[in-house]
């Protein structure tokens, strides 16, 4: 009798050695190592195991790349991952707000450079139609601009295409917990981005102390669970302030709040 292969883990996604430092050394290979290693994974994945997960328990991600490698080999890498379900694949931003609403996915992975509509100018779209939906980019882009520009129009997190499968994988979970996980290399520019940026003098949003104590805590990394723990109140407090937070500051999600406080230094 013939063993069955274990199912495939974030575990056993991790890079090491070599691979991954061509990753990192060469981030226009990276397209085709995400396609070898989906089609290794499919080869490994005990599908039985796999796909006998609940709808409810796992975590529902789109995709919106326009590149079909990359496309289908980051399908397969969560479609192949217990934990997961890829809730949508599509090549293009029209095609995502068409499709996207279907099967409304905990988290969309998005590229920023896409055929016809921008992925930047997409998830601004995506925002309106789905305001509760988490949007993490994986782009090839580290200049400052598209980085600032993604962070504003609602994007919850920022990667770069030379990122292990067991790093975006987390990265997913992340998001979906409420944080705002960001490249090394994106970080560094991120702060260094804000470090410049002035506020105008006459700045004034009224927001109450506690109310900067909550964009405080958003600000260090905490998700409104986390923040409602640190604060001893609870999570439908943490919402309600956010509320106020979205309405004086005239912002739609989280990560716009938190760059708007960091742009013009409404916390420190």
């Known amino acids: ?64 790349e326009d590149q079909h490698k990359i496309r289908e080999g980051l399908r397969i890498l969560i479609d192949g991952t217990e934990g997961f379900r890829c809730s949508g694949s599509f090549g293009s931003m029209e095609l995502a707000l068409e499709g996207i609403g279907k099967d409304l996915p905990d988290v969309a992975l998005v590229d920023i450079g896409l055929p016809e509509m921008s992925g930047i100018d997409g998830i601004r779209l995506l925002k309106r139609d789905h ?34 499968p067991a790093r975006l994988l987390e990265s997913l979970r992340e998001v979906a917990g409420g944080g705002a996980p960001m490249s090394p290399e994106v970080a560094r520019r991120v702060v260094a981005l804000f470090r410049e940026i002035r506020p105008s003098e006459d700045v004034a949003y009224d927001l109450t102390p506690h109310e900067i104590r909550v964009l405080k805590l958003l600000v260090d990394g905490h998700n409104y669970k986390t923040a409602a723990a640190e604060l001893e109140v609870s999570i439908n407090t943490i919402r309600f302030h956010m509320r106020s937070i979205y309405e004086k500051l005239q912002v739609h999600s989280k990560s716009e709040a938190v760059a708007k406080s960091l742009r013009q230094r409404i916390v420190r």
Do not use: E
């Open 131 to 164: 305001p509760q939906l988490a949007i993490l980019m994986l782009t090839v882009y580290d200049d400052d601009r598209r980085i600032f520009d993604a962070l504003c129009a609602g994007a919850c997190g920022y990667l770069l295409k030379t990122t292990p």
């Open 1 to 64: 009798m013939g063993l069955s292969r274990p199912p495939v883990t974030a575990q056993a996604c991790s890079i090491v050695g070599a691979p991954r430092r061509l990753a990192g050394r060469y981030p226009h290979k990276w397209a085709g190592y995400v396609w070898r290693y989906g089609r290794m994974l499919r080869n490994r994945v005990n599908r039985p195991t796999a796909y006998s997960m609940s709808n409810t328990t796992a975590l529902k991600i789109a995709i919106v």
